[in-house]
């Protein structure tokens, strides 16, 4: 069974740029089979999509957060990244990462247990 | 960006009673692309129901969606003490798949 899992810090300065990856075991992103998604949920509040990559780079950005996002894959390392620049307060949120299949490219089908980002100086 | 309003924004009800979760569109979703998940204290959402009424891998029968359009519904036959939880909606037939705020079901 596929599972996924975000790392990276939990802490981040205003105005820098908050990076996570997400490890995918139990699958390849290599197979084409799958969209890897960013989503997060401010505390106490509902989810947002981030943006997908596919395992040959393709990506696509929610239009609010476009200017900021960056989505990378490392196939060699069953990874995706996610970088979002210029962060604020308003940030801080739980981010997951989850699978989409390539005929529903926002139905999210599996998810990590999310990782909590807090930005603050 | 199609919005999603959930309601009620909590229901009170006790195990064995019947749950009727309301999502109500602000333009109509296309081919019915609308999904529910579960979400417990400290989770991921879990998915529930796609294609506005089939039941993902595994979800019990006690769990049903309806509706089309701008109006969607999921149903909980019977409550079980783990299915108090929130509750999102969400299309993914537009570009950017917009949530609900979603409906919490507590215990009353």
């Known amino acids: 069974q596929v599972q996924l899992q975000e790392s990276g810090p939990g802490l981040v300065k205003p105005s820098q740029t908050l990076s996570l990856t997400c490890t995918v075991s139990g699958g390849s992103i290599s197979s084409g089979d799958y969209y890897w998604s960013w989503i997060r949920q401010p505390p106490g509040k509902g989810l947002e999509w981030i943006g997908y990559?596919?395992?040959?780079?393709?990506?696509y950005y929610n239009p609010s957060l476009k200017s900021r996002v960056t989505i990378s894959v490392d196939t060699s390392k069953n990874q995706f990244s996610l970088k979002l620049s210029s962060v604020t307060a308003a940030d801080t949120a739980v981010y997951y990462c989850?699978?989409?299949?390539?005929?529903?490219?926002?139905?999210?089908?599996?998810w990590g247990q999310g990782t909590l980002v807090t930005v603050s100086s | 960006e199609i919005v999603l309003t959930q309601s009620p924004g909590t229901l009170s009800l006790s195990p064995g009673e019947r749950a009727t979760l309301s999502c109500r569109a602000s333009q109509s979703v296309s081919s019915s692309y609308l999904a529910w998940y579960q979400q417990k204290p400290g989770q991921a959402p879990r998915l529930l129901i796609y294609?506005?009424?089939s039941r993902a891998t595994g979800i019990p029968d006690r769990f049903s969606g309806s509706g089309s359009g701008t109006d969607f519904t999921l149903t909980i036959s019977r409550l079980e003490p783990e299915d108090f939880a929130v509750y999102y909606c969400q299309q993914y037939g537009s570009s950017t798949g917009t949530f609900g705020q979603g409906t919490k079901v507590e215990i009353k």
């Open positions: 990559i596919y395992y040959s780079g393709s990506t």
């Open positions: 294609g506005a009424s």
């Open positions: 989850a699978r989409a299949p390539p005929w529903e490219l926002l139905l999210f089908d599996y």
